[in-house]
């Protein structure tokens, strides 16, 4: 993805308030993302270890989601999870559950999307071999690199479809 800055950061979220948006905790690191192998960028926010956050490009635009958190992450919990994103299979509570609201009427009444997601976030840079998974617990997969990124964009634009859409 392009690289982008904090005010496009914080004007993309669809699902949190203004004020929220403007007050969540971005990444240290922003300027030193490696764009070009990011489909997503996302973050656990550095300020509130329960909140998380993922902007992506979506039919030309960004698409920002506040995520909460709810597994994962804890001492001593050895459950495997699958991330729904990248498919990675990772164990110690590296994969973690996080629910979006969603936007709208949905919303606003309480609605939530819940996904399995890796805790970190980093689902590019599994995918691409630049980060590896803290246990060799990844398919053995014969699809090449270019295959699992479709397949991550596939599977993020339903993440994204499900949480602002309404009905
Ligand atoms: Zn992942």
Redesign the pocket.
Same mark, same amino acid.
């Given at each position: 993805m392009r690289a982008i800055t904090e005010s496009d950061i914080r004007a993309s979220f669809v699902n949190c308030s203004k004020g929220e948006a403007k007050r969540l905790g971005l990444p240290r690191d922003l300027d030193a993302r490696p764009w070009d192998d990011l489909d997503f960028l996302g973050w656990r926010d550095p300020g509130s270890p329960g909140r998380a956050h993922l902007v992506a490009e979506r039919g030309g635009r960004l698409v920002g989601v506040a995520l909460r958190v709810t597994s994962g992450g804890g001492r001593g919990f050895t459950a495997r999870g699958m /991330?729904s *994103? /990248?498919l990675?299979t990772r164990t110690g509570g590296a994969v973690a559950l996080m629910t979006a609201r969603r936007t709208g009427e949905a919303g606003r009444q309480g609605d939530t999307v819940g996904r399995y *997601? /890796?805790g970190d976030l980093d /689902?590019s840079l599994?995918l691409r071999g630049r980060k590896e998974s803290v246990v060799g617990g990844d398919l053995q997969e014969s699809l090449t690199v270019e295959e699992k990124v479709a397949r991550l964009h596939a599977n993020l634009d339903a993440f994204l479809a499900k949480i602002t859409t309404s009905g």
């Open positions: /991330c *994103l /990248c990675t *997601l /890796c /689902c599994y």
